[in-house]
Each structure stands twice: as C-alpha cells, then as structure tokens.
C-alpha cells in the first residue's frame, strides 16, 4: 500500500513530461514569432526551461525514488537526520549562479527591447541604439477594451505631451492596433481604471498598465498579416491563419475576457497610410457637428 503513493507520484510525473514532449506537435506552443527581437526572447524562454525543466526531473526523480525506496515498513522505526551542511550550500550554490547567468543573458535582449545604448562585457554582446520612432500610438486600457489613438503625420510634435493630453485631430479606434511592416512603433500605454496588462504573444511583448502612469513600450513587426482594399474600403487577410491577439493579462474585473483586440500589420507604410486616411474621413464625418468647426479651425479650415 505505501509503494502506492510512490507509483502515484511516478505516473504523473511521467504523464507531465508526456504532454510536454508531444506539446509542440499538438500545437500547444508558442505562438508564431513576428518582433524583431522575438527569437532573442524565444532563445531566454529556452535557456530557462533546459534549466528549469533540468532540475525537475532531478528533485521529482529523487522525490520518487525516496518515496519507493524508503517507504515505511511495519517494525521498522525511520531514521532521524538533522541536515547536512555541505548539502545545503551545494544546493543553494547551483541555483544562485544560473540565476547570476540568466541576470547577465537577459540583459542585451532587454536593451535591444528598450532601444537604449548598451555594451556589456557579457560574452553575449550587444550595443543598441536609441532608435527614432516611425509611427506613435496611445493605447488607453478601460473596463472593458483597448482604445488606440493615432496622430496625423504618425510623429507628433511632443509625443510625451500628445501621449498626455492628445489632439483633435487624432484617429480613435477600439481594439484594433494598425501598424506596417518593419515600422519602429512606440505605444504610450494608459488605462482609465484599474491595472490591465496590454498582451501581444505574437510580439512576444507584455505590459502592465498602471493608473496614473504613461507606460513606454516598442516593438518592431518583420511580417505582414494584412492590406487595405480601397475599392471595397475593407481590410483584407493575408493569410487566414495569421490572425494576432490583443489581450488583456491582468484580471481587471468580472467582464475581463471581453478585452481583446487584433494586431494588423498592414504590408508598406503607403497602405497603412491609405487605411488611415479613410478612417479619419469616415470618423470626421460621425464627429458630433459642434466639434467639427473646432477640428476645422484647428486645421487650417480643412474637414
């Protein structure tokens, strides 16, 4: 009966390690890379599960073995073992230089995420540089969905001031976030409310939103996923399996699976530019008519 529990222990973990080898072919990975540095962040992701994935089945190898070896037999009074010193330093030694090691691996991806200048002495290596962006936009998270704000020329004049305060000319969408391929894009994330975090698994990218705080984040797309069609003025897939989520990563409250919103990377900046034309004309045409001469004056006297 006590060998049960040890064979327990066993089946489980072997049934874990089972799902975890056929996972990639199940489909049950992660999702398909389109960021300029996600193969850097998809190689850390691998460099912590050898690690991580390394030290389970050694604990639970020894878990099992204990529990089948040393299980209790009748008469048989068990021993009691104070600790083991030597033991103790060993085990905490190993874990604190892989973590020293992931600390310093992490660190060039990081820089190349942020844009900033870094040159380490780590053997992996690389200097970034402080990047001018293509195209800014706000992203306000609120109960219960993204609101994306676009300003006209992509660049505006102060983006930490836009980013505050905004402009009557900007585009509003909800829960659509419109880039092209290749664009150097900074979103100037907000919420409204309570903390959301602002999820794209195909960028590889994640961010809390905090109240009362602009929060930087960039990215650049290497792959299409859309064009606009000016005749039928509709955006069009290309490819039906390339469909990128938004989502929201925090629990932000009892309609939280209802904030999701899609990525469309639009395939030259010529063709986001034509989407973003016609969307603002279509929005300038719902604008209420007390706003309208504000926005004109603002323009020069243009609609």
Known sequence: MYRCWGLLFAAVNLAAIGLFAVSPAMGWWLPKNIASYGADIDHLFYLILV????????????????????????????????????????????????????????????????????????????????????????????????????????????????????????????????????????????????????????????????????????????????RYNPTTKMIEELNPSSTWEIACAELCGGNHYRMRGKLFVHETKQDYERWFAETLKNQRLHESPRLQPIVAAGNGGKP
């Open 51 to 226: 690690a991580t994935g390394f030290f389970f089945i050694v604990t639970q190898g020894t878990l099992v073995y204990c529990m089948l070896r040393f299980n209790a037999k009748e008469g048989v009074k068990a021993m009691n073992i104070h600790g083991n010193t030597k033991l103790e330093i060993i085990w905490t030694a190993i874990p604190a230089i892989i973590l020293i090691y992931i600390g310093f691996a992490q660190t060039p991806t990081w820089a190349k995420m942020k844009y900033i200048e870094i040159d380490t002495w780590f053997p992996v290596r690389y200097k970034g540089t402080n990047i001018e962006s293509d195209l800014h936009v706000t992203v306000l998270g609120r109960q219960w969905e993204w609101r994306m704000r676009y300003p006209q020329g992509n660049i505006p004049a102060d983006p930490q001031a836009w980013a505050d305060l905004g402009n009557l000319h900007d585009l509003h969408v909800v829960n659509e976030l419109h880039v092209w391929k290749d664009a150097k894009v900074k979103i100037h994330l907000k919420t409204q409310d309570v903390i959301h975090s602002f999820f794209m698994p195909n960028l590889r990218l994640k961010q809390d939103a905090l109240p009362g705080k602009i929060m930087p984040m960039v990215f650049s797309p290497i792959e299409a996923n859309v």
